[in-house]
């Protein structure tokens, strides 16, 4: 337990560092050597990639159609039922996020409009390494469905000999998705970026993903004129702010479900109350014993803080310095809190709103900004499969009335062609 008032500001800044920074120059090597690879050698490179990562020999890369068709009857009947239930919400969700066009006269004569247009190819990254997530499928899939994309590629790694989930092709399934590759990680993503003989070559990247993944999309982002990329999504994280009132069994299944994402993932937890915070600790203690992913639990642990503060309102000052991927109030009257929010990908509000039903089946998206970068990024949403772009239609004399405001602004920056291009037209109007 950190006590926050009684640390220094380096103290302070070093529990808000996320594990993956301090390796970031090691990750960067060798993110750009399989990215070169697979540039230079294309299906090739996935294949040996496949052999040195995920133990696969004589990898195939593309699913065939009619094992995708065919993944629900592979499928228990619940299973099935949950994968539906989860994207008839998401897909609600996002459906009331369909862009309008906006048409709009400034001046008589001239017309501006807003028009979206979806982007033409996409690619989506869904993690696999450690377990099969046909929920990250649907949080990108029922986007790229509803925006109406031509090319959807879906790439998730497979390892050893076992099949690819059907989990994983009946929710793409659902989501209209028929190119789906046996690839991950940085070679996935560079497959995506450049295209291969197999792989489509799209125009931006989706999806969530560890320090590799993450680093091949910043990379390709830079290296490929013309490609785009959803956020910097990297390991998972959560911080928890909890009154003295909170349930520490909560606040410790809350926990540890995003420690048993990976190794490399992050978990704080903020509370007034020292007697929370120790109750916590020992409910962490005995709920590990009951996960079969407890070593990774273990691993993300030690990556994490368990901080005291003076009051709740201290608790989101540090929560908007750290701009958590998922922030959880678990404090009395939650939603008035709410507005105190800065900084963060998704919030969870009450005692039972944990964060797993934002990752499964709450509607919204579970794609969303870490390091940090939710101060600048926000989650998923649809409009992210889109381009906007605008339009203007001038009339005769809409360009007379706006003359006055082009001239002049053209011949102070010294524009003198700028200014040539609205005066010519306005003599051949006085002439007529």
Not at 5 to 12: A, D, F, G, R, Y
Not at 15 to 23: D, E, N
Not at 58 to 64: G, I, T
Not at 253 to 275: F, M, P, R, T, Y
Request: proline share 4%; glycine share 6%.
């Amino acid at each position: 337990m950190i006590l926050w008032s009684e640390v220094s500001l380096t103290e302070q800044a070093a529990l808000l560092t996320r594990p993956a920074v301090s390796q970031s120059e090691v990750i960067l090597d060798a993110t750009q050597q399989i990215i070169t690879r697979v540039k230079e050698n294309g299906d090739q490179a996935l294949r040996e990639l496949a052999a040195q990562f995920d133990q696969r020999d004589s990898a195939r890369l593309q699913v065939p159609v009619d094992e995708i068709k065919q993944s629900g009857s592979l499928l228990s009947a619940q299973l099935k039922s949950a994968i539906e239930q989860a994207y008839a919400n998401i897909l609600a969700f996002h459906t009331a996020q369909q862009p309008t066009d906006i048409k709009l006269e400034t001046t008589p004569g001239v017309i501006c409009e807003l028009k979206y247009q979806a982007i033409d190819a996409v690619g989506i990254y869904v993690p696999g390494g450690s377990a099969p997530l046909p929920s990250s499928v649907l949080m990108q899939g029922v986007l790229a469905q509803l925006s109406g994309a031509t090319t959807v590629v879906l790439a998730t790694p497979v390892k050893g000999q076992t099949p690819i989930s059907p989990a994983i092709l009946y929710a793409a399934n659902l989501c209209g998705i028929e190119t789906i590759i046996e690839a991950g990680g940085a070679g996935a993503i560079a497959a995506m970026a450049y295209g291969t003989e197999t792989v489509p070559k799209v125009y931006k990247i989706f999806g969530p993903g560890n320090s590799f993944v993450t680093m091949a999309k910043q990379l390709v982002s830079q290296q490929v004129p013309g490609l785009a990329i959803d956020m910097p999504a990297g390991p998972s994280e959560v911080l928890v702010i909890a009154d003295e009132r909170a349930d520490a069994q909560f606040i410790a299944a809350d926990l540890l479900s995003q420690a048993e994402h990976g190794a490399d993932s992050q978990v704080i937890l903020l509370c007034n109350c020292a007697k929370i915070i120790t109750q916590t600790e020992q409910a962490i203690e005995e709920q590990l014993t009951r996960l079969t992913r407890a070593d990774t639990a273990k691993a993300a642990l030690a990556n994490s803080a368990f901080i005291l503060v003076d009051s709740i309102e201290q608790a989101f000052e540090v929560s908007a310095k750290y701009g958590p991927e998922h922030l959880i109030l678990q404090i009395d009257d939650a939603a008035r809190y709410v507005a105190l929010v800065k900084n963060a990908g998704s919030v969870f509000v009450g005692d039972y709103t944990p964060e797993s039903a934002g990752d499964y089946a709450s509607g919204t998206n579970h794609v969303l900004p870490t390091y940090g970068y939710s101060q600048v990024y926000s989650s998923l949403n649809l409009l992210d499969f889109y381009r906007t772009y605008t339009v203007q239609t001038i009339s005769k004399t809409g360009l007379k009335t706006l003359s006055n405001a082009i001239l002049p602004l053209a011949e102070a920056e010294g524009l003198d062609a700028h200014a040539r291009a609205v005066s010519i037209r306005l003599e051949r109007l006085n002439n007529e």
